[in-house]
């Protein structure tokens, strides 16, 4: 829960699938972008997730006006951060498409399927080596 008494909206509560098996419903890491809160942080660490969040600048400037009683910065992977910006990429590529960004099918199944024709379309568009 936040600062407001409610939890917050992550991505994380979808299940996430490596290989075969059951999926999982707490994936390693979240890759977010700057608009994480204590809050969010506080989440994560209680469930075991390591989050890649980059501090903002106003919160470094808070810490460290604190001296050491301000904390020390929370951790971050700039590596894994870079994956974010990959997948950030992608589906903006994929939003280019008038029925990926508008959910136009009912259907859960249906929709993936014009993801795929998507992803196709663009694969084929620009292949990556």
Known sequence: MNE???????????????GLGRPRKRPG???????????NRAY????????????????RANRLKHGRRGGGPPGFDAQWYKERNTAERCV??????RAVAL???????????TIDVASIR???RDPVA
């Open 4 to 18: 407001s008494g409610r939890r917050p909206q992550l991505v994380i509560d979808h299940p996430v699938r490596r």
């Open 29 to 39: 890491r979240v890759l977010a972008d700057t608009y994480s809160s204590r809050g």
């Open 92 to 97: 903006n590529k994929l939003r280019g498409y």
């Open 122 to 124: 663009i694969w084929l």
């Open 44 to 59: 994560l660490r209680r469930r075991g997730i390591k989050a890649v969040i980059p501090i903002k600048k106003d919160q």
């Open 103 to 113: 959910r136009t099918d009912k259907r859960e199944r249906i929709y993936q399927g």
